[in-house]
């Protein structure tokens, strides 16, 4: 099975057997009998590429979910003696504000050394689909308040009203504070439209009857406060999301919207390695109690 996934995730044989630690004969040879031995070809060949047939895709599938039971009943074996192994692949959202992720992540490496640690970003509803289908361990989202999902947990890290951030020389910036209704005229930037990172300030609006327009939709915080800066838009973030220096100012939105930071993980059957983080969690609670808050105005 693995010599199978190796081959449709490399495109090769070659590389397969490169990846695997095995002489090309023997891998060939292996995949041939086991092609025999189900009575399928799983792969069609050519002198140039390597693809997987209907039979393969199928094979692959299960396969995959196979390899990773394997995997998991190995790392949980091990934690039963105090050992835990294996991988830790965390999900983080680009707006992280209430999780020190370098600290925390170096104290779960300092207690747990042989873990693989991988961590990548995305959005949150990506990455609940994720946990809830066995492919990532925990996350950090970014959602609207009573945020549930069957087969997913929660513990929520921070809750924050968002601010208005805008230009330096904005009509608006020597404001302290201001209402969603005075952003009406406003050009946005924001999260794409539907996902996560925008619903609770499109409900916002909506709940207080003030319409805007959102020219610009991008993930990346950097390019939302460029663009900003830029005087091309104006934005509401959290206000950790906007660091001190970012050559903007940002102003207190008595009627904004909410965003609740949670760490998630699976409800079903978390490794060994996401409940040993998930364990973890009186240091996160101490880091989010001890670290400063940042003022919300200027």
């Known amino acids: 099975m693995r010599y199978v996934v190796a081959v449709a995730e490399e495109g090769s044989f070659t590389r397969a057997a490169g990846r695997c630690h095995v002489v090309q004969s023997a891998l060939s040879h292996q995949i041939k009998a086991l092609e025999r031995e189900l009575g399928v070809a799983l792969f069609v060949r050519n002198s140039r590429r390597v693809e997987t047939t209907a039979a393969g895709d199928a094979f692959l599938a299960s396969a995959r979910v196979s390899l990773e039971a394997a995997e998991r009943a190995a790392t949980d074996s091990a934690a039963a003696t105090g050992l835990i192994r294996g991988t830790l692949a965390v999900g983080l959202i680009p707006t992280v504000t209430a999780l020190d992720v370098p600290v925390a992540l170096g104290k779960f490496h300092r207690a747990h050394p042989e873990v693989r640690i991988s961590v990548r970003g995305g959005g949150s509803a990506d990455f609940v689909r994720e946990i809830a289908d066995g492919a990532l361990d925990v996350a950090v989202l970014g959602m609207p308040d009573e945020f549930t999902h069957s087969g997913v947990r929660t513990r929520v890290l921070a809750r924050e009203r968002h601010v208005a951030v805008v230009a330096a020389d904005h009509r608006l910036a020597g404001r302290r504070r201001l209402r969603l209704a005075d952003l009406a005229d406003e050009t946005f930037v924001d999260f794409p439209a539907g996902g996560p990172g925008r619903a609770q300030t499109d409900r916002a609006f909506a709940v207080g009857g003030v319409s805007r ?41 008595v009627d904004g919207p909410r965003r609740v930071e949670y760490l998630a993980w699976s409800g079903f059957n978390p490794s060994a390695a996401a409940r040993a983080f998930i364990a973890g969690g009186a240091a996160i609670d101490t880091q989010m109690s001890t670290r400063p808050r940042k003022n919300p105005g200027r």
Do not use: C, K, Q, Y
């Open 213 to 253: 327009e959102v020219a610009f939709e991008v993930m990346d915080t950097e390019l939302m406060l460029g663009l900003v800066r830029s005087g091309l838009a104006v934005a509401l973030l959290t206000p950790g999301a906007v660091p001190e220096g970012a050559g903007v100012n940002r102003i207190a939105v």
